[in-house]
């Protein structure tokens, strides 16, 4: 600013907050684009200078200023420029942070649990329905659509364990194609391959149901809860890599995909039509994956070769981390509304009476592919020692559902009665 110029402002009393330079830009929209913008920054009653050498300026922004309920302070002619103030004559609403830093931690590293700062950390308990996509922390012009998302209250999606659950995920992603060693597996005996490529199948096919019910409820989740959606983007990703991996260690030794069950697709299907987010949760990763960590441990004890044991080893890891979500959740919920337990029972024996349907209460090609595998073989006696193993891992599963249950605020007999209706598919 000149000398001149700035003795001019001086006498009006005024001072500027800020200075727009527009050169010879045209008076169109860039131009308007471009006050708009620094008048928005700038927020309620403050002052913006604009200036211009363009000669034509002075009428158009006149009637820019009419239009948009912008209040024209002065006008300088400064010989080979114009000077404009400008205010808003409006609320200008809400403004977006500026100058607020997150810290790091130790080594430079910045990780989710630390971007609540500001705007950002402003978490709240009911998300607005006319936010769509804005991420949390940036300022919405007036006239977002409603998405129509349904799952907009924090109690309904979020857990406590959340953001540490998802920074390890991202250090724990493998890759089903580099980081097994499919190069070390062996010929197995027929009876033990068919076990092996029968187990993997069932793996395979709960992993399905896995991945699809996250997925579906996702695109319910008020984006207000971002966090919750990139954990289960994770968790997503997880079952797709599951499922990459044991349908190859089906088909890698010669063997390939084996039999479906009647029950197991109704038991899946059961958890698939569930359309309650919290039943859903318990359903899924409590129960049913906290059935299938302890499966994934029983094969990864008696895998006849380390291919198979590495796959189920890793996914387990993964599991783990479903699991906790799911208690996280389900725990969260329960501490501020524990009468919601009893909707958990009902939920639970709807499914049990669902998979009534399905003509048997077991899977017998599972049953006999893990009574080979704990066994070692299919001799009678192998057989028979494999079968005892099988029960007392159904005992393991029943005891672990009733621990899991009792970490989430439930008491023993509830619990009893819930593990008792539970699949017996496992999942």
């Known amino acids: 600013m000149s000398e001149s110029s700035q ?12 200075r727009l330079e527009l050169g010879d830009l045209p008076s169109g929209s860039e131009a308007f684009l471009l006050i708009k913008n620094a008048l928005q920054r700038l927020g309620d009653i403050r002052i913006l200078e604009v200036v211009s050498a363009n000669p034509h300026f002075k009428d158009d922004l006149r009637s ?11 006008v300088m002619d400064g010989g080979d420029h114009y000077r404009f103030l400008l205010r808003n004559t409006h609320p200008a609403g809400e403004q977006p942070d500026w100058g607020t830093r997150i810290p790091l931690r130790a080594g430079g590293k910045l990780d989710i649990r630390d971007w609540f700062q500001g705007r950002v950390g402003d978490l709240l308990e009911q998300a607005p329905a006319y936010i769509g996509f804005v991420p949390r922390g940036a300022v919405a012009e007036p006239g977002v659509p409603d998405f129509g998302f349904d799952l907009n209250r924090k109690e309904e999606v979020w857990a406590d364990n959340l953001l540490d659950l998802y920074e390890q995920a991202k250090v724990s992603q493998w890759n089903a194609t580099t980081d097994i060693a499919w190069d070390r597996l062996r010929p197995l005996p027929d009876d033990m391959e068919w076990a092996v490529c029968q187990i993997m199948t069932f793996l395979a096919e709960n992993e399905y149901s896995a991945l699809y019910i996250p997925a579906k409820f996702m695109a319910r989740i008020n984006p207000h809860y971002i966090e919750v959606l990139m954990y289960l983007s994770t968790l997503v990703q997880d079952e797709a890599r599951h499922i990459e991996a044991f349908a190859k260690r089906a088909l890698a030794n010669g063997g390939g995909l084996q039999y479906s069950s009647t029950l197991t697709e109704r038991s899946l299907h059961s958890l698939f039509i569930q359309e309650d987010y919290f039943k859903s949760s318990f359903l899924l990763h409590v129960l049913g994956e906290g059935t299938f960590l302890d499966l994934l441990n029983f094969v990864e004890e008696y895998a006849p070769d380390s291919v198979s044991e590495q796959i189920v080893h890793l996914a387990k890891i993964d599991e ?89 605020g439930m008491d023993m007999a509830t619990a009893e009665k819930i593990s008792t209706a539970h699949t017996p598919n496992f999942m």
Not at 7 to 18: A, K, W
Not at 64 to 74: A, E, I, M, S
Not at 337 to 361: F, I
């Open 320 to 408: 783990g981390r479903h699991v906790a979500y799911g208690i996280g959740h389900v725990r969260h919920m329960l501490q501020r509304n524990p009468k919601l337990v009893q909707s958990l029972v009902e939920a639970a024996e709807e499914r049990n009476e669902y998979l009534a349907g399905a003509g048997t209460h077991e899977n017998s090609q599972l049953m006999e592919a893990l009574a080979i595998l704990a066994g070692g073989g299919r001799t009678p006696e192998q057989l028979k020692t494999g079968f005892a193993r099988v029960k007392r891992l159904q005992e393991a599963m029943y005891e672990h559902r009733i621990q899991r249950m009792l970490q989430i």
């Open 7 to 18: 003795q001019q402002t001086e006498l009006l009393g005024v001072t500027p907050d800020d």
């Open 64 to 74: 820019w200023c009419r239009l948009h309920k912008v209040t024209l302070l002065n």
